[in-house]
């Protein structure tokens, strides 16, 4: 194939204290000076990870949603192929193993002196690339240049109106008002910090998206689009492509989000204060329930795990833990009350239509290290999916094919046919979510059960 170069591959995201993703790329370091700019994204908001090939060769693997990849070339006409990965879809029988399908193949030019930007957008059903092609050129230190797509699905064939305005800016007149698969641009603005804003096409009193106040770098030459947030609570937020890197700019008014969950066997009812404060934040949540997702500020807080009606000297759980914004989080009260603690999970609530996301929690002090089984209803447990899972752990979001399934819970090493808990039928669904938390019977021991949070798992 062509000798493609990196420049730089990560998922930035600005603003929101999340961890850079660096997606694995070809191996030379050394850029190629005055060569083309290409720059590939995936905004499809509910496509699974993909593969990035150019010209049959993997140039990225495992890409998740709103990750970006730019690369180096000599000037050329090359083939794009991006696959998804979709489990079920591959040689391996098993439900887990997954399988990569194309879902984009194009050819794509890269004219000498030019950056193509590239979007993987639309759902996955009709995923669709939207190529900008630009010449490379020096913006003036005191400028930023900007071109601005519209690659949000969910608001297609709606139009939507894009303001960029000084920070206490009324809302006048929009730089464009586009349709989703479109773009405008470039146009170049004096560096200064400004506020985007983007509604729906004459309604400018419904915000989808709000930057707050945005400082602009002179000499920079962005592509900027509005995609799906799958955040909570705000719909849209913004990729920014440098020609270098991605990165994610969240809106201005996302908050994070926790849910608790009552797992501890014998603990009693409980409150929970946060920064000592009264009320509780929650108040008499019982073993073995969970509450609704509560919006947080973004920030630090101590949080106070106490017995119902009792004050913060009464706590069994004591923790300091940061709330970042847009980040969905769950915080679980788990152990027995000699031993309890919390736990600290990050959610992550994208629903993506070829697949059935399930995360297991295993928050049964008294069963030991567990064997957890899924297998197709009906068929014999061969082999465990997850092998000696220590309390407290967790899975992650696994993706599995969507069908029916047993899933058993067996003390590691032990006999698939004498469970500790289940065979439980379930039913997982293409887009679904599924949270299973493994615990101990009230009081502490079993029989052990398990809570399901999430989408019903029947």
Do not use: W
């Not at 945005?214 to 440098?242: E, K, M, R, Y």
Request: proline content about 10%; glycine content about 8%.
């Amino acid at each position: 194939m062509r000798h493609f170069m990196t420049i730089f591959s990560a998922l930035l995201l600005a603003a929101c204290g999340s961890s850079s993703i660096n997606l694995p790329v070809t191996d030379d370091p050394d850029p190629v000076q005055g060569a083309e700019i290409l720059e590939i994204i995936h905004a499809s908001p509910d496509a699974p990870d993909v593969n990035v090939l150019i010209d049959g060769e993997p140039v990225a693997e495992g890409a998740p949603y709103k990750a970006g990849l730019a690369l180096q070339a000599p000037a050329a006409e090359i083939n794009l192929s991006i696959e998804g990965l979709v489990p079920g879809a591959g040689d391996d029988a098993s439900p887990l193993a997954p399988g990569a399908v194309t879902v984009i193949e194009a050819p794509l030019a890269t004219p000498s002196g030019t950056r193509v930007t590239v979007f993987a957008a639309n759902n996955v059903a009709d995923i669709e690339p939207i190529v900008i092609t630009a010449p490379i050129e020096d913006v003036p230190a005191d400028s930023v240049r900007l071109r601005v797509v519209h690659a949000a699905p969910i608001f297609d064939p709606e139009m939507v109106s894009v303001f960029l305005t000084a920070p206490d800016g009324e809302l006048d007149a929009p730089a464009e008002t586009f349709a989703f698969g479109s773009y405008f641009g470039p146009i170049d603005v004096p560096e200064d910090d400004y506020r985007i804003r983007i509604t729906p096409a004459g309604d400018p009193d419904t915000l989808l998206f709000d930057s707050g106040t945005l400082p602009l770098q002179g000499g920079s030459d962005l592509v900027v689009a509005a995609v799906v947030s799958a955040l909570p609570g705000v719909p849209l937020s913004l990729l920014i492509a440098d020609g270098e890197s991605v990165g994610e700019l969240i809106d201005a008014r996302a908050q994070a989000t926790a849910r608790v969950v009552h797992a501890a066997a014998d603990a009693p009812n409980v409150d929970v204060l946060l920064d000592d404060a009264l009320p509780p934040a929650i108040e008499n949540l019982a073993f073995p329930e969970f509450t609704e997702r509560l919006p947080l500020d973004a920030g630090d807080y101590n949080v106070k795990v106490v017995p119902t009606g009792s004050g913060p000297e009464a706590a069994v759980i004591d923790a300091d833990a940061t709330f970042v914004a847009g980040v969905e989080y769950s915080v679980y009260a788990i152990g027995l009350l000699e031993d309890i603690g919390g736990l600290l999970l990050v959610d992550d609530n994208r629903r993506v239509n070829t697949e059935a996301r399930l995360r297991i929690v295993h928050a049964a002090p008294s069963a030991g290290d567990v064997d957890v089984y899924l297998e197709v209803a009906g068929e014999t447990l061969a082999a465990p999916a997850l092998a000696e899972v220590p309390f407290g752990a967790e899975s992650g979001y696994l993706s599995v094919a969507p069908g029916s399934y047993d899933i058993a819970i067996v003390p590691a090493g032990g006999d698939p046919l004498a469970p500790a808990i289940g065979p439980l039928p379930v039913a997982l669904q293409a887009g679904g979510i599924y949270t299973v938390v493994a615990r101990d019977a009230a009081g502490g021991g079993g029989p052990f059960d398990v809570i399901s949070l999430d989408d019903d798992l029947n």
